[in-house]
């Protein structure tokens, strides 16, 4: 039963930490999309990364995110 409370426990704190890490990307399109962890982009691409609770405003929409790492441009999802 002790055994049982521990993995309870570390479940939860990895649950909480994978959530934590998760954020809101967008181009300067006003292409937006959430990841489930923040990547690094290639240089010379124009990104803003926001926390998980960021909602964007007027003249942005959301997209959903293409398969692998990668980010929108013109509308095109761009893996890497």
């Given at each position: 039963m002790k055994y049982?409370?521990?993995?309870?426990?570390?479940l939860s704190v990895f649950a909480f930490t994978s959530a934590a890490s998760a954020a809101v990307v967008c181009n300067g399109d006003g292409d937006c999309w959430r990841v489930k962890?923040?990547?690094?982009?290639?240089?010379?691409?124009n990104l803003r990364v926001y926390g998980d609770e960021w909602e964007p405003g007027d003249g942005y929409r959301w997209r959903e995110a293409g398969e692998g790492r990668g980010y929108y441009r013109?509308?095109?999802?761009?893996g890497f």
């Open positions: 049982l409370g521990t993995a309870i426990l570390a962890q923040k990547h690094e982009y290639p240089a010379g691409v013109g509308g095109v999802w761009i």
